[in-house]
Every structure is written in structure tokens, then in C-alpha cells.
């Protein structure tokens, strides 16, 4: 069953990693913590991602607050190589959605993909997204409403 436990001293050195072809789309675990890190005062929150006691991936989301956008950042998140295909990340995924859904604090989510991760654009069509027509150099905004 998956589940999400927030990162602490003792699990944060799992050695998570995603394919090679796949580093350009992702950061790799000391990358979401260090942006984690970067946004504590935009109360991040770091997770990782179990299957019941197995550790398959790590994801991260802080507030977002700039000019007059107001949401979650869906900031990083991915499974690791081994347990990729097996429906972990739309679990994990949709269990971080309810978690910001319960907080109650922002209507909306963004996130960002970096042009070319089809298997992340995929995921997030079927999580809801939808595309706001913007983009930050490669990578292309997605948008959800909580609501």
C-alpha cells in the first residue's frame, strides 16, 4: 500500500535513483531536498514514497505566492528506476493532491514538466492538469483546481 512519510534523518539516504535517459526530466533525492531546503519558508514539504516498508521515490511541494498566483507548487517527484510501470506514482501522486486539498489553504496546484517527459505529462492529463499555455524555457506549466 502506498504511503507517504515526511523526510527525517533516517530516511533520507535511500539511494533513490530513475533511469539515466530520465536525469535531464528530474532531480535526483539530494536535489528535493536541497530545494526543500530553499523553501522552507514557503512551508515545503518533503516526502518519501513507500510501498508498504519499501521505499520507491521521493516527491516535494511548497506554497507558491507571486504577484497574484496563489497555489501549491507541485515542485518534484519521481519513483525510482526499479518500481517504475507499476502505478506508484499515480498513487503517490494523487495522496499528495488530497494532502493540499485537506490543508485548504489554495484552490489551485501548478507544477511544471520539462518538454519532452511524456510519461510526466501523461501522469499529470490523468491526475487532472491541464495546460495553461505557459511555459519557463523547456519546461511547460500545468495547472489543476482543487475545487
Known sequence: MIHLETVTPENWRLGLRVREDQRRFVSDS???L?????YRNSRSRAFVIYNDDLPVGMAMYHDFDYEDEHAYDFSQFFIDQRYQGNGFGYEAAALILQMMKDDGKYD???LCYVEGDIAARKLYEKLGFRHTGEADGDEIVMKLSLR
Open 34 to 38: 536541497a530545494r526543500a531546503f530553499a
Open 30 to 32: 539530494a536535489g528535493i
Open 108 to 110: 489551485d496546484v501548478i
